[in-house]
């Protein structure tokens, strides 16, 4: 029962979080953007940068690099679903910042670290173990992306399908009540409203093949997207000072505004206008403005559009903002989709076509590629835009984009193999973390002084059934080990009983652990230095020690249980 109420408990918090980052973005874009000066409109996501900067630098410097999925990830997998307090409202402050003052990026990835953070350490206040920590985890993640989208059912299977690894009846019914927690309680205080709002034609298998060719494409913008965002890391961390860094960040987010204002913050109104068939309005305040619009400047300017969103969110998140890839991977399918839409439409002038049908695939396929969740974006499109009926076409969208990144990826041999080995051993890795390293320490073992003789050794192991023996030296701290076999081989030998000292065929412990050292890191240090025991510490002062044969044994027994997270 206790993780069904704390799935709500987590729930509502990180509803909360949501409506005030919300509020907090809303509030800078009101106060600060429209009473300002308007001439002075693309100097505003310089200001967020060197704020951001100097909050990351002064106040948030020792959390700044953690950042959405990948380090919550990293948390559960090494350091045993432990997240810092300050990481519950930190990202909110630098987030709200960032976008509120024109960044182009997404509020998502704050959402993901301040919910797995109020998981975490509503779990950590508790007193309770890993596995309800790393279900605290989901549970704030799903609430969260749950609450910002309107789309409780797209939070629960992205919780599922880039946190936790498995699917069992218990793990699931937790999820499921703390997105719908996030929901209700964001729907309670902020009101019913879908994010993208628009009426959608009925959808004929004769645009299949349409469907197929715009898979096909999100996959290549997808490609596209993720160099881009390389190349401007590369080239933003050239620039070794941070305060010059979101000086020439700013300066060139500004720049791409004053041409192109639908670059500024996340840019969902700029998808909403498309929707309401207002396209020209993303003209208004730039001086494109000022061409003809014709059907080949349109396709011209959406295709600007298309390449330049990804650089923008780019030069955002390397150069001094905050912010996630989630909402700009959508805006851009969006834009890619309406631009698939403009050109099958001049190609095909008697097909029947909606531009709605694909800006929503695009988001779709393109999420699905930038994001790894293909299951994820066919139910989050179709939950923040009411397109169910477009199921079978998000379905077909979301395959052929995930499936061609997938091989194309594995063909030109480009996959990062250290990420790869992570994921293969993923659930591996988060099985052992489950194991509870204190029960496992054995303190029983044999002591005998570093400067005793072999004879008295030989007592010692005569007196003893453990096949290791511990040495110590001033003050009773350890100073080596040694193992029976090394006694075996010189016990033939009768003369050396005297001869020879512990010191001499003694062996220093290779490495140490500690009390709270994730049980993953353990095994990976027996791996690595193929040793059989470890020392256990606490606070500098001898626990006592680990066997890998046990630890091993227990990992088995994790293996059988039925449920490994409750």
Not at 124 to 149: E, F, N, P, W
């Amino acid at each position: 029962m206790l993780p069904f109420i704390l799935s709500v408990v987590v729930g509502s918090i990180v509803g909360l979080s949501a409506i005030l980052i919300k509020t907090l973005i809303s509030y800078i874009e009101l106060y600060v953007v429209y009473f300002s000066p308007k001439a002075f409109f693309f100097l505003f996501p310089l200001v967020g940068f060197l704020v951001v900067t100097f909050l990351n630098q002064h106040v948030f410097k020792k959390i700044s690099s953690f950042q959405g999925t990948r380090n919550v990830v990293d948390a559960i997998e090494n350091k045993a679903s432990i997240i810092n307090f300050r990481l519950m409202y930190s990202k909110f402050v630098t987030t709200g910042l960032t976008i509120g003052f024109g960044g182009s990026s997404g509020v998502e990835a704050a959402i993901i670290t301040s919910g797995s953070a109020i998981g975490s350490n509503v779990g950590q206040l508790l007193g309770l173990g890993y596995r309800l920590r790393t279900l605290l985890i989901g549970c704030g993640i799903a609430a969260g992306i749950s609450a910002v989208y309107n789309a409780p059912m797209g939070g629960f299977i992205f919780a599922l399908e880039t946190v936790l690894p498995e699917f069992t009846p218990t793990l699931l019914i937790p999820l499921l009540i703390s997105a719908a927690t996030g929901k209700i309680l964001f729907e309670f205080i902020m009101g019913n409203h879908l994010r993208f709002d628009a009426p959608i034609t009925d959808f004929t298998y004769d645009q299949l093949p349409l469907v197929i060719m715009l898979g096909i494409l999100t996959m290549i913008g997808a490609r596209y997207l993720a160099r881009t965002y390389d190349v401007c890391r590369q080239f933003f961390t050239r620039i070794k000072n941070v305060y010059l860094r979101a000086l020439a960040g700013g300066l060139a987010l500004g720049c791409v505004i004053f041409f192109l204002p639908a670059m500024y913050g996340e840019g969902y109104s700029s998808i909403d206008a498309l929707l309401e068939g207002s396209e020209k309005s993303l003209l208004f305040r730039s001086p494109l403005a000022q061409i003809p619009f014709s059907t080949w400047f349109s396709l011209f300017f959406f295709f600007l559009l298309t390449l330049v969103k990804p650089l923008s969110t780019g030069i955002c998140v390397n150069s001094g903002g905050e912010g996630g890839y989630f909402a700009p991977s959508i805006i851009t399918g969006g834009f890619l989709g309406f631009l698939f839409y403009k050109i099958m439409s001049q190609l095909v002038p008697g097909a029947d076509l909606s531009a709605v049908t694909y800006i929503f695939l695009g988001m779709a396929g393109m999420f699905a590629c930038v994001m790894n969740a293909p299951v994820t974006a066919i139910f989050l499109i179709a939950e923040i835009t009411q397109s169910y009926q477009l199921f079978i076409p998000l379905m077909v969208v979301c395959a052929v984009s995930y499936l061609l990144k997938y091989y194309s990826e594995n063909l030109s041999f480009k996959i990062d193999q250290a990420s790869d080995m992570r994921k293969s051993f993923r659930i591996d890795r988060i099985i052992l973390n489950q194991i509870n390293v204190k029960q496992l320490i054995e303190k029983d073992f044999p002591v005998i002084p570093v400067g005793a003789s072999f004879r008295e050794l030989l007592e010692v192991y005569g007196n003893s059934n453990r096949n290791m023996i511990q040495v110590i030296g001033e003050n009773k701290l350890l100073v080596g080990l040694i193992n029976v076999s090394e006694i075996r081989k010189i016990m033939p030998v009768a003369a050396n009983y005297d001869a020879i000292l512990v010191k001499d065929i003694m062996e220093v412990p290779p490495a140490s652990v500690q009390t709270d050292e994730p049980p993953a890191q353990i095994m990976a240090k027996f791996d690595q230095l193929n040793v059989r025991y470890l020392p256990v510490f606490k606070k500098g002062r001898l626990k006592g020690f680990i066997s890998r044969n046990r630890m091993l044994l227990q990992y088995r027994e994790e293996l059988t249980r039925a449920n490994r997270f409750i």
